[in-house]
T-cell receptor
Framework: DGGITQSPKYLFRKEGQNVTLSCEQN?????MYWYRQDPGQGLRLIYY???????QKGDIAEGYSVSREKKESFPLTVTSAQKNPTAFYLC???????????????FGDGTRLSIL | AQKITQTQPGMFVQEKEAVTLDCTYD???????LFWYKQPSSGEMIFLIY??????QNATEGRYSLNFQKARKSANLVISASQLGDSAMYFC?????????????FGSGTKLNVKP
């Protein structure tokens, strides 16, 4: 079955440590996204990518970095510069096609990141 | 300005009754798409229903329908015959066609509690 796989489901970060969240999709989607969700809040866009080797900052990119070396993969690194990283992180993908707005984003099951 | 506004942080509804979740949007684009997602406490995002700006009929998917009022820029979700399993966060989202058609804008969400 096609879908998006995020790993790990739970992640703990020590102070000063960088951690990487994995996101893999087999839907053949060009566009991929990372969102941050704080408890009881909405989704905030961190980064998104519309094509391999290209990505754009979202609304809260500071303290995060991404890469898009393969179409299927869009890992997110939470760096030590992100002072408050405790949150739920969601990865999504979508078809990139102007005029075909009907296609929704597909989401992974998320990664919960906590500070030790 | 906020692209998507959900003014109801929390709602209660009695089981088997209908409930309306509000969503207003802001865009200067003529072509856009509106989505509703459900997020249970487990965290995954479930796509519920889509409405295109040029769709003449209000969208319906089972117990979900969308009350689309284009002139008022509102796209309210109506859930009929509420069930206990409908208790979740609900997010309204928009995708524009003209500018940055791969970017999705999310509202802050409405937490729905269905009472037995």
């Amino acid at each position: 079955d096609g879908g998006i796989t995020q790993s790990p489901k739970y992640l703990f970060r020590k102070e000063g440590q960088n951690v990487t969240l994995s996101c893999e999709q087999n839907l053949n989607h060009d566009a991929m996204y990372w969102y941050r969700q704080d408890p009881g809040q909405g989704l905030r866009l961190i980064y998104y990518s519309q094509i391999v080797n290209d990505f754009q900052k979202g609304d809260i990119a500071e303290g995060y970095s991404v890469s898009r070396e393969k179409k299927e993969s869009f890992p997110l690194t939470v760096t030590s510069a992100q002072k408050n990283p405790t949150a739920f992180y969601l990865c999504a993908s979508s078809i990139k096609q102007r005029g075909n707005l009907r296609q929704p984003q597909h989401f992974g099951d998320g990664t919960r990141l906590s500070i030790l | 300005a906020q692209k998507i506004t959900q003014t109801q942080p929390g709602m209660f509804v009695q089981e088997k009754e209908a409930v309306t979740l509000d969503c207003t949007y802001d865009t200067s684009d003529q072509s856009y798409g509106l989505f509703w997602y459900k997020q249970p406490s487990s965290g995954e995002m479930i796509f519920l229903i889509y409405q295109g700006s040029y769709d003449e009929q209000n969208a319906t998917e089972g117990r979900y329908s969308l009350n689309f009022q284009k002139a008022r820029k509102s796209a309210n979700l109506v859930i009929s015959a509420s069930q206990l399993g409908d208790s979740a966060m609900y997010f309204c989202a928009m995708r524009e066609d003209l500018y940055n058609f791969n970017k999705f804008y999310f509202g802050s969400g409405t937490k729905l509690n269905v009472k037995p």
